[in-house]
C-alpha cells in the first residue's frame, strides 16, 4: 500500500522516494537469499520486502556515518530493528557469505577464476601472521604477497614460510620532486579511497569488531553491486 511521505513540510501520498543508498532490484535479487530468513516457528514471517527494508537502513547508516537513531523517517522500519538485524547478520557470518558470492559473479563477469590464486595474490597492511591464517581459510590458493617495506622482520616471513606463500617487499626511495607509483601499492590505496566513500568508517564507531567488520564486508558487497548493475543508485561507488 502506498505511505504517506513528509517532503518539504507536506504529507503527499505515494511511495518513498530512493534513496542513493537504496538497492536497485537487481542487486537486491543477487543477496535476497543471504538476508531472508526461513520461518519454521509459527506466527506471521517477517515479508521480504521489510527484509529490504533493513538492509536498506543498513546501507544509509554505511553511506552517510550517520546514527541508528538519526535514520530518517523515509524508512519503514524502526533504527532499533534494523541495527538488531544488522548484528545478527555480522554475528552469522551473512556478509562474508554474501560477499563471496557476489565476488564471484564479477570475476566470471570477468573471465577470472572464482579464486584469489596465481598473480592476484594478497595486499596485507598489519598483523600479518593473524591476517595470513585468515585469508588462507578464505582463498587457500594464495601463493604470494605483496607488502611494505615496514614487514621485513623474521616473523613475517617465518609465518610466509609456514603457510606456503612467497612474499615481495614493495618500496623504492622517495622522488625529489615528483609523486612516483610503486608497483601494487595503487591496489591498497585504490580499495582505501573507496572504503572511504562510507561515512561511517571514516572511524571506528563500532562498539564491537564484529560490527566494524560487518561495515567492511557491507561496503565491498554495495560496490561489487554497482560493478555488476551500472542502474544501482550508490552515486560515487
Same mark, same amino acid.
Request: proline share 7%; glycine share 10%.
Given at each position: 500500500s502506498d505511505l504517506a511521505v513528509r517532503i518539504g513540510g507536506h504529507v503527499t501520498s505515494g511511495p518513498p522516494p530512493a534513496l542513493p543508498s537504496d538497492l536497485s532490484d537487481t542487486a537486491w535479487a543477487r543477496v535476497a537469499r543471504f538476508i531472508v530468513r526461513d520461518h519454521p516457528r509459527?506466527?506471521? !514471517?517477517?515479508?521480504? @520486502?521489510?527484509?529490504?527494508?533493513?538492509?536498506n537502513a543498513a546501507l544509509y547508516v554505511l553511506r552517510t556515518g550517520c546514527a541508528w537513531r538519526h535514520l530518517p523517517h523515509d524508512f519503514t522500519v524502526s533504527w532499533s530493528a534494523a541495527h538488531k538485524h544488522?548484528?545478527?547478520?555480522?554475528?552469522?557470518?551473512?556478509?562474508?557469505?554474501?560477499? /563471496? /558470492? =557476489?565476488?564471484?559473479? =564479477?570475476?566470471?563477469? /570477468?573471465?577470472r577464476r572464482n579464486d584469489l590464486s596465481g598473480s592476484d595474490g594478497l595486499i596485507v597492511g598489519e598483523?600479518? !601472521?593473524?591476517?595470513?591464517?585468515?585469508a588462507k581459510r578464505v582463498a587457500p590458493t594464495i601463493a604470494h604477497l605483496w607488502l611494505d617495506k615496514g614487514y621485513t622482520g623474521h616473523t613475517v616471513a617465518e609465518s610466509a614460510t609456514q603457510a606456503g606463500v612467497s612474499i615481495d617487499v614493495v618500496s623504492g626511495p622517495?622522488?625529489?620532486?615528483?609523486?612516483? =607509483? @610503486?608497483?601494487?601499492?595503487?591496489? =591498497? +590505496?585504490?580499495?582505501?579511497g573507496w572504503i572511504n566513500h562510507c561515512r561511517r568508517l571514516d572511524r571506528h564507531y563500532?562498539?564491537?569488531?564484529? /560490527?566494524? +567488520?560487518?561495515?567492511?564486508?557491507?561496503?565491498q558487497i554495495a560496490l561489487l553491486l554497482r560493478r555488476l548493475d551500472r542502474t544501482q543508485l550508490f552515486d560515487t561507488l
Open positions: 509459527g506466527g506471521r !514471517p517477517c515479508p521480504p @520486502q521489510r527484509w529490504r527494508e533493513h538492509l544488522f548484528l545478527r547478520w555480522c554475528r552469522a557470518g551473512v556478509w562474508f557469505k554474501a560477499l /563471496a /558470492a =557476489v565476488r564471484g559473479e =564479477v570475476r566470471a563477469r /570477468a573471465g598483523g600479518i !601472521p593473524g591476517l595470513l591464517r585468515k622517495k622522488p625529489a620532486n615528483r609523486f612516483q =607509483v @610503486q608497483p601494487r601499492r595503487w591496489v =591498497v +590505496e585504490h580499495t582505501n563500532e562498539v564491537t569488531l564484529t /560490527a566494524h +567488520e560487518g561495515f567492511l564486508y557491507l561496503s
